[in-house]
């Protein structure tokens, strides 16, 4: 593996000088984008000796990178369409994920309960089916599999999930697939890319294209924090802009092709108490032909997702009122017991997928391969894609960028592990009991600290050693402690409250007042 000895500073400092570097310096690489896809391709190409600069115009994971379903997985629903290829490079992806960061790809047992012929259910109720699918998912996996399919009687199926509706209830089949935090897995990347040298910015837009003749030579972006402009240079520029990808394409073309077909998904967070689940449930989304995941998550459960066209604005979707209505009825129609109601609801979140176009399918049937494209002036454009297959996507877009470059090296991000894994003994357990001994702190906080951080948890414990206001919980009933503000602002470039309530944490979606109550504290901390 290929780690890095220490955390490197990472803050609004960092953040001046990396633009003061976009300014003067020339780039092998430029990309504009700090989602997953954006994030993926800096680490890339920076660990294959590249110079890179990467823009994000709002905070990194701003955009769909922080509102997907949660899962690192091969896609069992993209069997039904035949995508063997991208299932398997899925899945191989999601055993290099947990690998690199155990922390943010956790195995996560998934029940499907099937019911007698006629009932609703999330996939049929063929148990021949089912078992053939889960068989070749299986067989996907190969010998990077983490855990094979298996049957489980309706008594089992009810231990698993004690309030599922039982009327019916033939039994399940149990499978595997893993659960990780999103956002958090953006800044991982992004925070590897600077730690090698990528010259990172957030708050920072590409508001033109620099062309010499007819050739793209940089980007033009302000710096929405200083309210400056500067020309950043660079040979090659990635337009990792997601749902922005169009947008982007236009400032190199305005008679560019439109190629996106945003589609629209929303997830509910709901109390885990309520389902009292002990692995993710499918269920049936009522009145519709497609299921939502119910995901333990965080303490919480996630319920969704949904898949609808969209042409609102991209900034900010919204889950409509009718959306969660929807999501809400089916969780109370399958967990009848649990007696779910509007009630329960502690926060919801949309996300736009970037489906490529393609005329007259739903957009469920629309492939999630990603699709890369170049343009007349050398602007290598890069939409769709899956969180779970980041990191193939970047090597395809870096060895694109840099087929003309003889020194540039093979991709070596299967062996850069995230996080500062590589210090973590490998028995977490012993690692967590040992740090709360020896900083005298409760073993739960050590554990919430070891998952939202990874190997770098101990410079959380450090900071709180700095005061007993540090190791002051920021809400009762969250585990998160102040001193988790001071440390996105020093080591995650966290420029607002949003920044660390929304991404580098996720109190917003888990706190029923999303964080409001600490608004105001989180940003004095964070000015420390
Ligand atoms: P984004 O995350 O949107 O990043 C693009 C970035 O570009 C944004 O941050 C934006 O602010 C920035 N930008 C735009 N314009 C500019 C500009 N002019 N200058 C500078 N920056 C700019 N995948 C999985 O593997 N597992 C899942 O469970 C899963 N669930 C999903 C559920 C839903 C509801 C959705 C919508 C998607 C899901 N996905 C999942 C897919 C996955 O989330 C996306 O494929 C992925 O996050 C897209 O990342 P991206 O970096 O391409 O886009």
């Given at each position: 593996m290929l780690g890095l000895p220490v955390i490197s500073e990472f803050s609004l400092g960092t953040r001046a000088a990396a633009l003061e570097r976009m300014g003067r310096e020339t780039f092998d690489l430029a990309v504009i984008g700090g989602g997953i896809t954006g994030a993926g391709i800096a680490l890339d190409a920076v660990s294959r000796g590249l110079s890179v600069a990467l823009i994000e115009k709002s905070d990194f994971a701003s955009g769909t990178s922080s509102r997907s379903s949660k899962l690192i997985h091969g896609g069992l629903r993209y069997l039904e369409h035949f995508e063997f290829s991208l299932v398997r490079e899925a899945l191989h992806e999601r055993a290099t994920l947990t690998r690199l960061a155990p922390h943010l790809s956790q195995p996560l047992a998934f029940l499907v309960p099937l019911y007698k012929a006629g009932m609703p259910s999330a996939l049929g109720n063929s148990r021949l089916k089912l078992s053939v699918g889960l068989w070749l998912y299986d067989l996907l996996a190969g010998?990077?599999?983490i855990g094979r399919h298996r049957w489980v009687s309706r008594e089992e199926a009810l231990r698993l999930a004690p309030r599922l509706e039982s009327r019916g209830l033939r039994g399940g089949f149990v499978y595997y697939d893993c659960l990780t935090n999103d956002s958090r897995l953006v800044i991982e990347v992004i925070k590897a890319a600077a730690a090698r040298g990528a010259a990172i910015a957030n708050?920072?837009?590409?508001?033109g294209v620099i062309k010499e003749g007819s050739s793209m030579s940089g980007i033009e972006l302000a710096d929405r924090l200083a309210g400056e402009t500067v020309s950043l240079r660079a040979k090659v520029v990635v337009n990792a802009a997601g749902v922005w990808s169009d947008e982007v394409s236009r400032l190199d073309n305005a008679a560019a092709p439109l190629r996106l077909r945003p589609s629209k998904g929303i997830h509910v967070v709901m109390p885990s108490d309520k389902f009292d689940n002990q692995t993710a449930v499918l269920i049936p989304s009522l009145g519709e032909k497609r299921f939502l995941f119910v995901i333990p998550w965080c303490g919480r459960t996630v319920v969704g997702t949904t898949d609808s066209d969209y042409l609102g604005e991209l900034d900010e979707p919204l889950a409509e009122q009718t959306e969660v209505a929807r999501v809400v009825a089916s969780a109370a129609s399958s967990f009848p017991e649990a007696e779910i109601s509007d009630e329960d609801v502690i926060s919801a979140f949309a996300g736009l997928r970037p489906l490529v176009s393609a005329n007259g399918e739903s957009t469920a049937e629309v492939s999630r391969k990603e699709e890369i494209f170049e343009s007349e002036s050398g602007l290598i454009t890069i939409i769709g894609g899956k969180l779970t297959t980041y990191r193939h996507m970047a090597e395809r877009v870096v060895d694109l960028a840099a087929r003309n470059n003889a020194k540039v090296r093979h991709s070596e991000t299967s062996r850069i592990p995230l996080a500062g894994v590589e210090r973590l003994s490998s028995s977490i357990e012993a690692e967590a009991s040992n740090a709360a001994a020896e900083f005298e702190v409760p073993l739960e906080l050590v554990t919430h600290l070891i998952s939202s951080y990874g190997g770098n948890f101990r410079a959380v414990l450090e900071i709180a050693g700095e005061s007993a206001e540090l190791r002051e919980r920021l809400i009762e009933g969250l585990p998160h402690i102040a001193a988790e503000a001071v440390y996105a602002a020093r080591y995650e470039m966290a420029a607002t409250a949003a920044d660390f309530l929304v991404r580098r944490t996720r109190i917003s979606l888990l706190a029923r007042d999303h964080g409001a109550s600490i608004e105001s504290r989180v940003t004095e901390l964070m000015q420390r």
């Open positions: 010998r990077e599999n708050y920072a837009v590409a508001r």
